[in-house]
């Protein structure tokens, strides 16, 4: 083999070598990028839960509610505009102004939201289609 063809040989092979590390060094850090973005939003989705539970109508104080009202706006940095909109749907529900308002319909645009923020944070299918999503509220209290 010439000294013309072994440099060129060996040059193709530095630069194929050079862009392999390169794209994965870019994968690499895109895959590292999406798994944190998922657990800031697993962080901020598990936030909302522990502050929703918080405002369930047994547990309902005026901290309470300032904890759910950051959780709820703190939600617009992270979840997808099909997250937003079904916390929207939820919020809409359960306001104070909503006269009209049904314990069913709230069951129900509570397990869209839910779903919406599992499928956020675990795209692949999820098979919970048949399990309803409730909160549980503390018991009533003992009479002593």
């Known amino acids: 083999m010439s000294p013309l063809a072994l440099a060129i040989t060996s040059a ?3 630069i194929t070598a050079i862009v ?11 895959r590292e990028h999406a798994s944190d973005w998922r657990k800031l939003k ?3 989705y598990q936030e909302f839960v522990l ?3 918080g405002v369930v109508r047994e547990r309902a104080t005026p901290d309470a509610q300032r904890r759910y009202a950051d959780a ?8 997808p505009a099909a997250v937003l909109e079904r916390l929207k749907a939820f ?17 129900q645009l509570l397990e869209e939201l839910f779903r919406a923020m599992r499928r956020d944070v675990h795209p692949a299918k999820l098979e ?8 549980l509220g503390l018991p009533p209290p003992s009479e002593s």
């Open 12 to 14: 193709a092979t530095a």
């Open 20 to 30: 392999a590390v390169f794209i994965t060094y870019v994968l690499t850090k895109k």
């Open 42 to 44: 697993l962080e901020q």
């Open 51 to 53: 502050a929703l539970s």
């Open 72 to 79: 709820v706006n703190s939600m617009m940095l992270v979840a």
């Open 91 to 107: 919020q809409d529900e359960i306001s104070y102004v909503n006269k009209g308002r049904s314990q069913e319909r709230h069951d």
């Open 128 to 135: 919970d289609s048949a399990f309803p999503f409730r909160l």
